[in-house]
């Protein structure tokens, strides 16, 4: 099906950019923002909260016991003691 939009300056500014950056087409950008907007319907989820999965999901889990995570405890044991 082909589909027809007028986007502003500034839009078809952008989505070039992100397409020249990402090395897609206008119509996969396209695509993949109308299935985020689905899937932010389907799931009836805050845009923002959305984003934060996907990113989580991407990446790597830390390994149990890492520096960060014991300083990231020992903070929050200081802050809201037992």
């Given at each position: 099906?082909?589909?027809?939009?007028?986007?502003?300056?500034?839009?078809?500014?952008?989505?070039?950019?992100?397409?020249?950056?990402?090395?897609?087409?206008?119509?996969?950008?396209?695509?993949?923002?109308?299935?985020?907007?689905?899937?932010?319907?389907?799931?009836?989820?805050?845009p923002a909260f959305?984003?934060?999965?996907?990113?989580?999901?991407?990446?790597?889990?830390?390994?149990?016991g890492d520096a960060?995570?014991?300083?990231?405890?020992?903070?929050?044991?200081?802050?809201?003691?037992?």
């Amino acid at each position: 099906m082909t589909v027809s939009a007028r986007l502003n300056p500034r839009t078809r500014s952008a989505l070039a950019r992100y397409c020249r950056n990402h090395g897609i087409t206008k119509t996969a950008a396209i695509e993949r923002g109308i299935q985020l907007l689905l899937e932010e319907t389907r799931e009836n989820r805050h845009p923002a909260f959305l984003a934060f999965v996907r990113m989580h999901d991407r990446l790597a889990p830390e390994p149990p016991g890492d520096a960060s995570s014991r300083a990231l405890k020992r903070h929050l044991d200081e802050k809201y003691p037992a």
